[in-house]
C-alpha cells in the first residue's frame, strides 16, 4: 500500500508474515521504503504568441535539452536537469494548473512555474518586464478578464527580485538599454497555479514582441538563472542565509517605481505588488468611518500568499505614500497595524 504525505515524498510499506499465520502481528515485519520525487521548474510557453514562444525556442536551441512527454491533451515538453519547457497553443493567461497537472502525469513534483508572455501598454514604450499574478480585489462572482479567480495571489516566485536585477544587467551588456524599459509590474492576472510563479513578458507592440535580441536576453536570464549552465541558480530563498526582508508592496502605478527604487538593490526579495488599481477603495460619506472597497481582501490575500512563499521570511509593507490621499493612507496603515504587517521605509530593506 502507499501513503503520499507530501508533494514531495511517497513512502511505500511492504509486509511479510510468517507462513503459518497464527501469530502474524507479533512475527510481522515491516520494510520502509522513502523515494523522493524529482523537484522540477516548468517554464510555459504559448505558440500563439511571438513573445512567449521566441524566448523559449532560444532556450531549447541551448545544450543539453531532450524531448519529454505530451501533457494531456497534446502539449509539447522538453527537458534539461530539472527544467521542464511546455508549449500549447492556448492562452498563456488562461490554461490553469498546469503544475498539478504536469505532477500527475509525470509524478514529478514541480517546485515553480515561470510563464513567458507579451506585455502590452498604452504607452507603447519598449520593456522587458517581471511580475507575480493573481486578481486579487475582484470579488467572488465577478469575472476576471484575463484568467485566475476573484480574490486569488498566486504563490509568489522568490526569483523575482534576484532575476530583476540579473536582467538589468544583462540588457545593458545586450545594449537593450536604453530602448527596453527594465521593470516590475504590479501583480495581475491568472492563470491559476499551486506553485510559486512569475511571468517574464516582452513588450510592447508586435514590432518587439518579435525582437530576436529581446528574446535571447529571456533565454539567457533562464540559462544562467536556473543554473542549466553550471552555475550556481540565482534567487533560490533560504531564511538560513543572506538577508531575510521580503518586500510588500502597496500602492502606486502599474509599474511600481517607489517599489522599484528599493528593489533594485542588493539582496531586497519581493513579494506581491499591489497597485492603486489592486485597492479599491470607497471614500467615507461624511459622518461615516466605515471605508468600503476589496481593499482590506487584496492586502490580505497578498499577505498571506507572500508569507507562504518565503518560510520563515520577514514580510514588510512599503508604501508609495505620494500614491494614496491622506484618508486612504490613514486608513491602510491602521489596517496593517491591526493585522501586524510591519510597515518599513527604503533604509529599512539595506
Known amino acids: ?24 502481528l507479533l512475527n510481522a515485519t515491516c520494510s520502509v521504503t522513502v523515494t523522493k520525487r524529482e523537484m522540477v521548474t516548468l517554464i510555459v510557453a504559448t505558440t ?9 525556442a532560444a532556450l531549447l536551441a541551448m545544450p543539453g535539452w531532450t ?3 505530451i501533457l494531456p491533451p497534446d502539449m509539447k515538453s522538453f527537458v534539461n536537469k530539472q527544467t521542464r519547457v511546455i508549449q500549447h497553443d492556448g492562452s498563456i493567461v488562461k490554461e490553469d494548473d498546469l503544475d498539478s497537472r504536469w505532477e500527475e502525469a509525470t509524478g514529478e513534483a514541480v517546485d515553480e512555474v515561470i510563464f513567458l508572455s507579451r506585455h502590452t501598454a498604452v504607452s507603447n514604450r519598449p520593456a522587458l518586464t517581471v511580475h507575480p499574478i493573481g486578481v486579487l480585489h475582484l470579488k467572488e462572482g465577478e469575472s476576471p478578464p484575463q484568467g485566475g479567480k476573484p480574490g486569488w495571489a498566486a504563490l509568489t516566485s522568490p526569483r523575482i527580485g534576484p532575476w530583476l536585477r540579473l536582467l538589468k544587467k544583462m540588457a545593458e551588456v ?22 510559486p510563479t512569475m511571468f517574464l513578458e516582452i513588450g510592447d507592440t508586435e514590432e518587439y514582441w518579435k525582437r530576436q535580441d529581446a528574446a535571447q536576453v529571456m533565454a539567457l536570464l533562464m540559462w544562467e538563472g536556473l543554473g542549466l549552465g553550471g552555475g550556481e541558480a540565482v534567487g533560490n530563498w533560504s531564511s538560513e542565509t543572506g538577508k531575510r526582508k521580503v518586500l510588500l508592496g502597496i500602492g502606486g502605478g502599474h509599474y511600481a517605481p517607489r517599489h522599484m527604487d528599493v528593489v533594485l538593490k542588493d539582496d531586497v526579495w519581493v513579494g506581491h505588488l499591489l497597485s492603486g488599481y489592486s485597492l479599491p477603495m470607497e471614500e467615507p460619506k461624511p459622518g461615516e468611518k466605515h471605508i468600503g472597497g476589496s ?3 487584496s492586502i490580505q490575500a497578498a499577505f498571506e500568499a507572500t508569507k507562504a512563499s518565503f518560510p520563515g521570511g520577514e514580510i514588510v509593507a512599503h508604501l508609495d505614500h505620494k500614491s494614496f490621499k491622506g484618508w486612504q493612507k490613514k486608513a491602510i496603515t491602521e489596517f496593517l497595524a491591526e493585522q501586524n504587517i510591519y510597515v518599513g521605509k527604503p533604509d529599512y530593506f539595506t
Open 1 to 24: 500500500m502507499v501513503f503520499k504525505i507530501s508533494c514531495q515524498n511517497i513512502i511505500r510499506f511492504s509486509f511479510q508474515t510468517n507462513a503459518t499465520r497464527i501469530k502474524s
Open 67 to 69: 524531448a519529454g512527454p
Open 48 to 56: 500563439s504568441d511571438p513573445a512567449s514562444i521566441n524566448p523559449a
Open 295 to 297: 481593499w482590506r481582501q
Open 174 to 195: 545586450h545594449s537593450l538599454v536604453p530602448e527596453f524599459e527594465i521593470t516590475l509590474e504590479g501583480t495581475h492576472h491568472g492563470p491559476i497555479t499551486n506553485k
